[in-house]
């Protein structure tokens, strides 16, 4: 068992970060128990469950311990920790975004209660996509429960502890399957035809993170959504959930226009442009901005 102290850019909160997490009621892949957040790693030539926590203050700013317990094979732990820390986004700069809401009454209120808060990465383009696919046109409780029936026909498990931990699924253990296959877990064909082909291409060596990373938003825009079942919601949500692009606001999203026009606007719900008119004054934070706006509500808290 390996034990790794990380030191996050303060200030942060693991607490608050992986908080989102607590948005899919059936998750089986990352898991938070009482603060602590737990998720299977397939690296190298085997699987290392890590373990992450760290002590609360009233000023985040302490180190994240990661524990590593190798569970099958040969993991690469080291490779594991490095896609752990960019996924929960331990050596992001948060500050910058903190000074860019500061004008915003409303805005400083949500970066004062939720201090440290990071959103979180998808550690591949692959997941990033299933996970945002399945969630389109319908509520993330649905979307949730189907994601797990995905999790667990195609992905791996591991025990430890008298528990079981789930890894999620790699797109050659996807590429091979039917439509039919993936409308047994209960999505339409149409994502069906959408996952198998982004699978395919995953398996290919044709959708990889540091080439995407290497293309502008409009590219990136482009090349996705000319792929079946793939539209601008889902883009744009790739664009933030994987390649943190935080200059993007998904501005058609429901959850977002609902959230601006609570906090932002006057209650009533704002058309997409609205939305992109309201955060356009926070420049290149005004997805982080946005981003702790649809916070609150898991957080559930009020407007000032």
């Excluded at 789930?166 to 047994?184: N, Y």
């Amino acid at each position: 068992m390996d034990r790794v102290e990380l030191e996050p850019v303060p200030p942060y909160s693991l607490s608050r970060t992986v908080g989102a997490f607590s948005r899919f009621p059936n998750e089986l892949v990352d898991r938070v128990e009482r603060d602590t957040y737990r998720r299977a790693f397939a690296s190298g030539d085997g699987v290392v469950l890590l373990e992450a926590s760290q002590p609360e203050d009233t000023d985040p700013n302490g180190p994240v311990t990661v524990m590593a317990h190798s569970v099958s094979g040969s993991p690469d732990v080291a490779a594991a920790i490095q896609c752990l820390s960019h996924t929960l986004a331990i050596s992001e700069a948060i500050e910058p975004v903190y000074r860019a809401g500061s004008s915003n009454s409303a805005v400083t209120y949500l970066t004062r209660r939720l201090r440290g808060l990071r959103r979180t990465l998808d550690p591949t383009p692959f997941e990033g996509l299933v996970s945002s696919i399945l969630a389109q046109l319908i509520s993330i409780r649905a979307a949730s429960v189907i994601r797990s029936r995905f999790v667990q026909r195609f992905g791996r498990s591991i025990e430890h502890e008298h528990d079981v931990y789930w890894v999620f699924p790699e797109p050659e253990r996807v590429a091979g399957t039917s439509i039919d296959e993936l409308c047994g877990l209960g999505m339409t064909r149409a994502k069906a035809r959408a996952i198998l082909g982004v699978a395919e291409l995953a398996a290919n060596g044709r959708l990889v993170h540091d080439r995407l990373a290497q293309l502008g938003d409009s590219e990136v825009m482009a090349t996705l959504t000319a792929l079946p079942g793939i539209g601008p919601w889902t883009a744009e949500w790739f664009l933030v959930n994987v390649l943190g692009r935080m200059a993007i606001v998904p501005a058609g999203d429901l959850g977002i226009r609902r959230a601006t026009g609570r906090w932002l606007l006057d209650g009533s719900m704002p058309s997409p442009d609205e939305v992109r008119a309201v955060y356009e004054p926070y420049g290149d934070r005004r997805g982080y901005v946005a981003y702790y706006v649809l916070s609150a509500e898991r957080y559930r808290l009020d407007p000032p």
